[in-house]
């Protein structure tokens, strides 16, 4: 069992940045592979970007690829999303989300713990 708690969110403009944090409960953080998803209004939720357990091979969705960077510390039992460049499209609540699985899967249903989410606006 592992509980999920995001921070980070807020009002910024088109073309600034935002860090996102997610910090996980347990000693078994190590053990996830963890992963952001974003979730419009109206809209399903998406992947963003995801991360393996040790950090080795991270994921993006191809609209935010170059511009977000995911990274993981361990010793922290955070998981971060870097956002630069940002759009008034990227204007989402955001999720983190957690598995025990292998590999880092691009489906909400692929993960079984998530935290509840953090309001990013972007405004043009």
């Known amino acids: 069992q592992v509980q999920l708690v995001e921070s980070g969110g807020g009002l910024v403009q088109a073309g600034g940045s935002l860090r996102l944090s997610c910090l996980a409960s347990?000693?078994?953080?190590?053990?996830?592979?963890m992963a952001w998803f974003r979730q419009a209004p109206g809209k399903e939720r998406q992947f963003v970007a995801g991360?393996?357990?040790?950090?080795?091979?991270?994921y993006y969705a191809e609209s935010e690829t170059g511009r977000f960077t995911i990274s993981r510390d361990n010793a922290k039992n955070t998981v971060y999303l870097q956002m630069n460049s940002l759009k008034p499209d990227d204007t989402a609540v955001y999720f983190c989300a957690a598995d025990g699985a292998s590999t880092v899967l691009l489906i909400p249903l692929g993960y079984d713990y998530w935290g509840q989410g953090t309001q990013v606006t972007v405004s043009s």
């Open positions: 347990g000693r078994t953080f190590s053990r996830y592979v």
């Open positions: 991360i393996t357990q040790d950090g080795g091979r991270t």
